[in-house]
């Protein structure tokens, strides 16, 4: 699955957001979308998932726009973790994965045994096997993202589109969660904070600022420390990771 955002321009309440936002991710490619707090990476990431229609410009799959197929079209062809995906009410977690199955079901159809398989291998995928009877309401803050990380996988779409999916998780299932979105072979746009896991995940990383790309490409090519603290206003040091040898950034406060 190939996605591109062509001269996209979202605005909320008359005020322009993102302006004139262009980016492709290729097939397979894990792109990682970075920039300071307010520079428009979650308003942008919503006129991909189909909250917030670009006010100019397209967003297209495969060349096909977007925002032209039926609801259930797109729901087969990108998936999405948001910030804000809980959906309230007393639901156990296999009920909030099977969600996931929606758009591959008719309106009247019931849960099959082969919905229940896939909701059952997406649990197990993201380390939470075996709570399906959980409530999710019960459930921590990690837990509750893994959740519905879990969900999207079981929409089965080729493109994942993720709101910093690392929020509430501690470090080891922060990378293990990108570990797993990295093998899985999907294309993925991911707004992400932590500019190491965009150095060490990432194929490509768009950085955005004020609303417009101020630079894209590969990431060691574009998040020099100069770069970072140009936009960041943090020192950085970048080069390989000791224990990984993955490119690594590490960030201390300005001198």
Known sequence: MRLDLNGVTAAI???DIV????LT???GQFVGLVGPN???KSTLLRT???TLRPAEGVVSLDGDD????RPRAAALRRAAVTQHGDPGGEFTVAEIVAMGRAAHQGLLDRETRADREVVAESLERVGMGGRGDRLFSTLSGGERQRVLLARALAQRAPLLVLDEPTNHLDVGAQLGLLDLVRSLGLTVLAALHDLDHAAAYCDHVVVLRDGRVRAAGPPLEVLTPEFIAETFGVRAHVGPHPLTGRPHIAIASPA
């Open 13 to 15: 309440d008359g005020t």
């Open 19 to 22: 302006s004139g936002v262009g």
């Open 25 to 27: 991710a290729g097939p």
């Open 38 to 40: 307010g520079s428009g």
């Open 48 to 50: 991909v998932y189909r």
């Open 66 to 69: 977007l925002w032209r197929m």
